[in-house]
């Protein structure tokens, strides 16, 4: 492995793209929003990558994300794609409005939309902000704060992503997928999207966030999501990551989730060489329930940190969550979960569940749940178990004559049909199912 | 649920019952750390060059270190330079009986429930008594020395047992461990040393009662338990403070060592003096116990339960080094008013089988903040390592925190680690059934209680059971609700 250049060194590559970027504007340099990316470019300066000394990034070194330098996709040349290699990326037999993201940029021309989701607006972000001066004050500014320098280099160089607005008492039958494709063939990118989601009053959506990647360069994907969560809506997010091993990503997500909303995210990991998820859910109002699954499957040397947060700031809101690995080879896993219950939160019910298992010899696995609570009027449980196939069952099947690999695959296959059953859209389940089937060591049942 | 406030209420005004300062001539350095102060202790106990320069080296590294700051307690800085590192009550010709102890130290031990005679004749416990920082008197000495066991002070191992000492002292906590323990190692005063030789089973609990007295005064004791092979031993430590209002720091270090099929039991019941409804006053208890199973088949258990200290600090672990070997870990830790507990444990597994079992029970009320951290390590050679934890945390009213911090780090495939943790409040349905009953509010809930740490309070010897449930109930004063 090549050395990880200095500290300055790095800082220094990203400040003088962001100067290279700040010119390119052609005099949107004097828009609010730059005001913002000059402020995070400062942070960013100051905090530089997270360290393993960051009690947040203890278990994850990003050490080989540093050893190479990713190029703001902004700034480099645009790839085109067809219709046709996009289609690929699909799932098949998921009939869904389809937008789609190259390198971060919002395409027109590839997207498609179900004639269901006329009342749904989308634009990308560049539109609002080029049309809408005080979204800036109302959202840009008010909960996505700086926390590390992966996040201070997000708004660094804010330039697009997806801001979309359900309006009130929608109900949308079919999902809408995001579909972000990246990477490029002549050099690495660094690929920034900034996603908004407003569901409205009495709403219900279905959400498909897939990334993907093309070209044979590695790209760092590091996306930032805020979703906002209507009275009574209902959202299914669903976070399918299955990209090449040439993948760093490190994607937040905030969830504001008004009175008696209900939202349900199901991660799904598959690809990656560096994966870091940052899921965190904000109870502004009684009454909310917030279910957060996720399914990890790593090889090779696979890295992938799920974070979450439960912030229970109100009483009376219910959390849920179940997430579950499958480690091989020299993977690496990582689960910190934290449920925060406030002082006046009381009535709260939060659940937590991380379940391991560990494949090979040299894979890992680091959990840390955690439980802060302040209030006394509550249930509250958590539970991590690391462990291995259960030899008693292994023993049932083979003395029923089924082979050890197929006992095996068949077992695995069940530990994860725990999260892959959550999944609500039938065509994308089962395109899952067989997905991670094929994962397993491919064997067919 | 108004009566009940008023109980809770009453209870909560309830005085410390073991305050008061007795009156004893002390002989003290002057306050402040150099290495003058350094060479004064050792010089003042008599040790050998060795021991000083053991000190000295710690020093220099303790100036080396940082205070840390992540652990989940607030405090006022500590002034280093603003305690007395020494205090011993005059030193006199060597006690060969009960009749030559200081009467004034007699009456305080009988005020705290533990008079030594009654000890020695009913009980069969050879007590240590720690007063402040020399032990004054130690008994049972003889019936165990014909046994081979040496228990006594630590300045005394240091002058009569110089190479267990040398061979053992800082070889679980060295003296760079953390900032606590290497100040310890700089400027511990005495502490208990006890050697079990091969093959003996130790035939009582052996037990020190340390007693924080003269004002200022940091206590910093230092214990050194070794179970040589086949030895069993059972080590019990309490604790009472008299009522104080500046606040007074106390960083022990604790060592066990375990050798092939050994076993070391170690229990606490700590209940120094917790500060008052404001948190004026109060012990900050910074406490580094960990235990090394050596050998194969060696077992380490730590029982302990806090209910005393304004601040609670110490994780008391265990390093499985040999195979088979077994670490336990079993906590009650109780918070009432503004005190905090930062508690836990470390199991570091190493050797291959090794077991280790976590049942932590934390009780919050008042303002108080309870945390549980711990962190369960697999190595990559740990074959078959197994570990279960459970940590429970009971709420009693709306302004006090429970918080769990559990690491779990997992490097072998063969290993199963488990870990269960939950959160809740005694339900009205439970009180409402034993006031139906004819029990009190109050009684219900130190019935409810006691239920809820019985897991722990198993695991105590037994006269230390009867007092550790004793000492939860009179933490739990006032603090239903």
Redesign the interface.
């Known amino acids: 492995m090549t050395e990880v250049p200095e500290k300055e060194e790095i800082k220094n590559w990203y400040y003088s793209n962001f100067e290279l970027f700040e010119n390119s504007l052609n005099g949107q340099s004097k828009a609010p929003v730059h005001k913002i990316r000059k402020e995070a470019i400062a942070e960013f300066i100051e905090l530089g990558f997270p360290t393993t000394k960051n ?1 947040e990034w203890k ?1 994850t070194n990003i050490a080989p994300l540093l050893t190479q330098n990713f190029k703001p996709a902004y700034l480099s040349n645009k790839i085109s794609l067809s219709k046709e290699e996009v289609s690929k990326f699909l799932f098949t037999g998921v009939n869904a409005s389809i937008l789609v993201f190259v390198n971060g940029d919002f395409s027109n021309e590839l997207s498609s939309l179900l004639p269901e989701a006329k009342g749904v607006k989308f634009e990308s972000l560049r539109q609002v902000l080029n049309n809408e001066p005080d979204f800036i004050e109302k959202y840009l500014l008010k909960s996505n704060k700086t926390i590390d320098g992966f996040s201070a280099l997000n708004r660094a160089f804010i330039s697009d992503g997806i801001v979309l607005r359900v309006p009130d008492s929608t109900i949308l039958e079919n999902p809408v997928h995001l579909l972000f494709i990246s990477g490029s063939d002549e050099e690495n990118l660094l690929v920034q999207p900034l996603n908004y989601i407003f569901v409205g009053k009495n709403s219900q959506i279905k959400i498909i966030e897939s990334t993907v990647g093309v070209g044979s360069k590695a790209y760092l994907l590091n996306s930032v999501t805020e979703i906002f969560t209507g009275e009574n809506s209902v959202t299914n997010y669903y976070k399918i990551q299955n990209d090449p091993d040439t993948c760093f990503q490190v994607s937040r997500t905030l969830i504001h989730q008004e009175r008696s909303s209900v939202f349900t995210s199901n991660v799904i990991s598959i690809g990656g060489e560096l994966i870091r998820n940052d899921i965190s859910t904000i109870f502004e109002s009684e009454g909310c329930e917030s279910n957060l699954y996720g399914l990890y499957l790593a090889d090779g040397k696979r890295h992938i940190d799920n974070h979450t947060l439960i912030d229970h700031a109100v009483a009376h809101c219910h959390s849920n969550e179940l997430y579950k690995g499958i480690l091989d080879e020299k993977a690496r896993g990582v689960f910190n979960g934290k449920v925060l219950v406030r ?1 006046d939160a ?1 009535k709260t019910q939060a659940y937590q569940s991380n379940k ?1 298992l ?4 040299l ?26 196939l259960d030899e008693q069952s292994m023993f049932y099947l083979r003395s029923r004559g089924i082979g050890t690999e197929k006992a095996r695959s068949l077992l695995l296959n069940a530990f994860a049909s725990d999260i892959v059953d959550l999944i609500s859209i039938e065509p994308l389940r089962e395109t899952m199912n067989r997905i991670i089937l094929d994962r397993l060591h491919k064997v067919s049942l | 649920m108004s009566t009940e406030i008023k109980t809770i209420e009453k209870l909560a005004n309830s005085e410390y019952k073991y305050g008061f300062v007795t009156d004893i001539e002390m002989d003290s350095a002057p306050k402040g750390l150099n290495e003058d102060i350094i060479r004064f202790i050792s010089a003042k106990k008599g040790e050998p060059e060795w021991m000083t320069q053991w000190r000295l080296k710690s020093y220099k590294h303790w100036l080396t270190m940082k205070e840390p700051t ?1 652990q989940n307690v607030k405090y006022s800085p500590i002034d280093y330079q603003d305690i007395v590192y020494y205090a011993a009550p005059k030193a006199k010709k060597k006690l060969a009986s009960m009749e030559e102890v200081d009467p004034e130290l007699v009456k305080t031990f009988e005020k705290l429930g533990i008079p030594l005679e009654e000890q020695k004749l009913l009980s069969g416990v050879a007590v240590d008594a720690v007063f402040d920082s020399v032990s004054v008197a130690t008994t049972y000495k003889e019936k165990l020395s014909e046994l081979g066991i040496i228990f006594c002070s630590m300045s005394e191992a240091i002058k009569n047992y110089p190479d267990l000492v040398k061979k053992y002292l800082g070889s679980v906590v060295p003296f760079t461990d953390n900032f606590f323990a290497t100040l310890n190692s700089a400027v511990f005063s005495d502490g208990s040393f006890a050697y079990i030789p091969k093959g003996v089973r130790c035939p009582m609990e052996l037990s020190t009662y340390f007693r924080i007295n003269a004002e200022n005064t940091g206590q910093f004791e230092r214990t050194l338990i070794i179970a040589d092979e086949g030895a069993y031993v059972s080590y019990l430590e309490g604790c009472t403070a008299p009522m104080r209002d500046t606040n007074q720091l106390h960083a022990a270090v604790v060592e066990l060592v375990a050798l092939d099929n050994a076993t070391i039991k170690y229990s606490t019941v700590q209940n120094w003096y917790a500060g008052d409804v404001n948190g004026v006053g109060g012990i900050y208890n910074f406490v580094t116990k960990r235990g090394a199973c050596r050998g194969k088949n060696s077992k380490i258990s730590w029982t302990q339960v806090e209910t005393g200290s304004a601040i609670t600090w110490k994780y008391p672990g265990c390093i499985l080094q040999g195979d088979n070997s077994v670490g336990e870990f079993y906590s009650v830790a109780m918070t009432n008013n503004l005190q905090q507990a930062d508690t836990g444990t470390k199991m570091i597994h190493i050797g291959k089988n090794t077991r280790s079992t976590i049942v932590s029970k934390g009780i919050s009320a008042g303002k108080s903040n309870n945390s549980y951290r711990g962190l369960v390590k ?1 190595g ?1 050679k740990a074959e078959g390592a197994r570990n279960y934890s459970q940590c429970d ?1 009971l ?31 005694i339900s009205e349905d439970q009180i409402f059934y034993l006031n139906q009953r004819g029990i009190s509010t109050e009684d219900a809930v130190n019935l409810i209680v006691n239920g809820y740490c019985k897991e722990v309070f198993k695991e105590l010897p037994m006269e230390f059971a009867v007092e550790a449930q004793r000492l939860l109930s009179v933490s739990l004063e006032g603090s239903v609700g």
């Open positions: 009690e278990y002082k009381q391991n560990l494949l090979s010899r894979a890992k696995v680091d959990t840390k749940p955690q439980l802060e609570i302040f209030a006394d009027d509550v249930k509250c449980s958590h539970g991590a178990t690391i462990g291995q | 992540w697999i990559p945390s709420l009693l009213g709306d302004k006090c925190g429970a918080h769990t911090f559990p690491y779990l780090e997992v490097d072998n495939p063969t290993a199963t680690v488990e870990h269960e943790a939950t959160t809740s409040k």
